[in-house]
């Protein structure tokens, strides 16, 4: 009944296919593959998105200040 | 000659009082027994009207503004509004402070619908230095956001019912999918037409008295020399903005599709008496206006007998009449004579709301890109999402032809709009309760619905389970809120959180290769944005 992309939020509906997710808005990225930037402006589009898990973007720290602290309070 | 402030006319009085803030009145009122009675009603319907802008529909308030001032209770209705905007306030400040639970409180939100419309604008500015200001802004418009696609599927909705739905508002609710904190809802929009039928009339004056003929003409001669001509230089014909009326109407370009334009004209002939309606001649829409029965389109009395006359306008193109028989010529040149009379007639909302939704589709699916995507406007990806999405809302509650060909249609929609609630706009899990699960009993997509529905609500109830840093645990290096680029694919992205190890499912790790990786599946993964 439901397509992979329905059942998965790591594949999305192309048309009439469901494709991979290479370009979708969540991603889940090995710690190899990470490379810190610290920024002084994260950017129009993070700072549009973010505010969905952050409170504000904090220029000292050039990091963003959690709102998930219910599931991460470490961070 | 005044000696105290009670000598001064009560109009004086007003105007100075009008400078008192609301909270100060029950001070004010002790003063005397006239401060007393000159304050109700007038300036508590001041305040109402001054403070807040939006209001429900339910509670009439334009017609309460033009009544009796006395008819209203404006004292109780400012307290009461005043404790909405409080709970609101309140609301809104608990959804920002815990992840879970929120859906029953955004619920709340926006069950109120545009009573809470004033207090989510006011959360939506906050200002840059407010300590949690990316959270208030985002929560606010996603909140906005789905009280606004709540009014756009009630019109639908009131179509399915058949209950009668002016053009404007049946198309128009497509302009609330991407309003945001901007003008052009569907009251702005009715205001707007009746505001350009005003500025015919001084520039017609005796346009009541014409012939329907002529005040047809008078209609579409009046659109094209007001700028509504077609779509505009700078537009592509196919480009998403040309499908919505309210665009067209407050945009200077005043850019539009044949469909647009051909509602535009039914608006504003019927705001003159005119039975004026799109019509679906193929290829481009146009529009018919019928005299009416016993009268010919000149005005000239027949017997009731008389089924009355036909004419057809293409605003798009030109303000002159085309005839009947042109009609009939033209669909004769496009070799589609089989279909009688049949594309002469009226349309109904329902099937321009549905063309109008395919050509939005369309346009989408015309970029290059499929959504989702990105581009270099955020907003504006945003905003052909929600477009798109939206549509789909359309089809799936105005789904047309025999029950075979609904049940297929539904068939075909339903998944994508459940993908879409569950990772994109869970806000709108109302919407699909009580819009979509009645329309699909009996179908056996309404278990799975209803499934995904309860398994939504359940997730969202469930407090979350913290995932603490321990000593023990394979070091997580990384932190929430961290911003880096990606050494491979190069994008850049925000951690919003981490496993200790790779926690996807087999299929998913064996596509990524994710154990040819140095480090392979035992190092911290991250999720990110």
Request: net charge negative; proline share 5%; aromatic share 10%.
């Given at each position: ?75 | ?257 044949p469909l647009i334009s051909a ?35 000149d005005g000239y009395a027949r ?86 999405y939206g549509a789909l809302w ?136």
């Amino acid at each position: 009944m439901y397509c992979k992309c329905a059942l998965s939020p790591y594949y999305v509906k192309n048309t009439d296919r469901c494709t991979r997710v290479e370009d979708s808005s969540t991603r889940y990225v090995a710690e190899e593959n990470i490379q810190l930037t610290r920024p002084d402006y994260p950017g129009h589009a993070l700072l549009t998105l973010a505010g969905k898990y952050f409170k504000r973007w904090d220029s000292t720290s050039h990091s963003f200040i959690s709102n998930v602290k219910d599931e991460y309070p470490d961070d | 000659m005044a000696k105290t402030i009670e000598d001064l006319p009560t109009e004086i009085i007003h105007q100075i009082l009008e400078y008192v803030t609301p909270t100060t009145i029950p001070a004010v009122q002790l003063v005397s027994r006239q401060f007393s009675t000159i304050i109700q009603p007038l300036l508590w319907r001041h305040y109402c009207q001054v403070k807040y802008r939006y209001w429900s529909a339910s509670r009439s308030i334009e017609a309460k503004y033009l009544d009796e001032v006395v008819k209203t209770d404006w004292k109780a209705l400012y307290i009461e509004r005043y404790r909405l905007e409080c709970d609101v306030d309140r609301e809104i400040n608990s959804i920002l402070s815990s992840q879970s639970g929120r859906l029953e409180k955004v619920q709340s939100i926006t069950a109120r619908g545009y009573d809470a419309k004033d207090a989510l604008l006011r959360h939506l500015k906050a200002s840059d230095d407010a300590a949690d200001v990316l959270a208030r802004r985002y929560h606010s418009d996603a909140i906005l956001g789905s009280m606004h696609r709540r009014e756009a599927v009630q019109q639908w909705a009131d179509l399915r019912e058949n209950n009668p739905v002016p053009w404007e508002r049946a198309l128009g609710a497509f302009d609330m999918l991407t309003l945001h904190d901007g003008p052009g809802d569907l009251d702005d929009i009715a205001h707007k037409l009746d505001e350009l039928i005003s500025r015919l009339r001084l520039e017609c004056p005796g346009i009541e008295g014409l012939s329907p003929r002529r005040r047809a003409v008078a209609v579409a001669s009046f659109m094209r020399r007001s700028g509504f001509d077609g779509v505009s230089d700078e537009r592509d014909y196919y480009d998403m903005r040309n499908s919505f009326i309210g665009k067209a109407l407050f945009a200077d370009d005043h850019s539009t599709l044949p469909l647009i334009s051909a509602v535009i004209f039914s608006a504003l002939a019927q705001r003159l008496g005119l039975d004026a309606h799109p019509c679906g001649f193929p290829f481009h829409v146009h529009a018919v206006v019928k005299s009416g029965s016993g009268m010919t389109l000149d005005g000239y009395a027949r017997p009731e007998s008389f089924e009355g006359e036909l004419m057809f306008v293409d605003p798009h193109r030109s303000e002159e009449e085309i005839t009947l028989p042109e009609m009939r010529q033209k669909l004769l040149t496009l070799r589609l004579s089989n279909e009688n009379d049949s594309v002469l007639v009226p349309s109904v909302p329902a099937d321009m709301v549905r063309r109008t939704s395919r050509n939005i589709i369309t346009a989408i699916q015309r970029l290059s890109r499929p959504p989702p995507y990105r581009t270099a406007d955020i907003s504006e990806s945003g905003d052909m999402d929600s477009a798109f999405y939206g549509a789909l809302w359309a089809l799936l509650i105005l789904p047309e032809g025999d029950l075979v060909s609904r049940a297929e249609q539904l068939r075909r929609y339903v998944p994508y709009i459940m993908q879409n609630v569950e990772l994109k706009y869970p806000w709108d899990l109302g919407l699909v309760e009580e819009f979509l699960l009645p329309s699909l009993v009996g179908t056996d997509l309404h278990g799975t619905v209803r499934e995904t529905v309860r398994t939504i609500r359940a997730g969202d109830a469930m407090p979350k389970q913290p995932k603490r840093r321990t000593a023990t645990e394979n070091r997580v290096y990384f932190k929430v809120g961290q911003v880096f680029q990606h050494r491979r694919y190069s994008y850049t992205a925000v951690i919003i959180g981490w496993d200790a190890e790779c926690l996807a499912d087999e299929e998913w790790i064996s596509h990524m290769n994710v154990d040819s990786l140095s480090k392979g599946r035992y190092q911290s993964f991250y999720h990110v944005l």
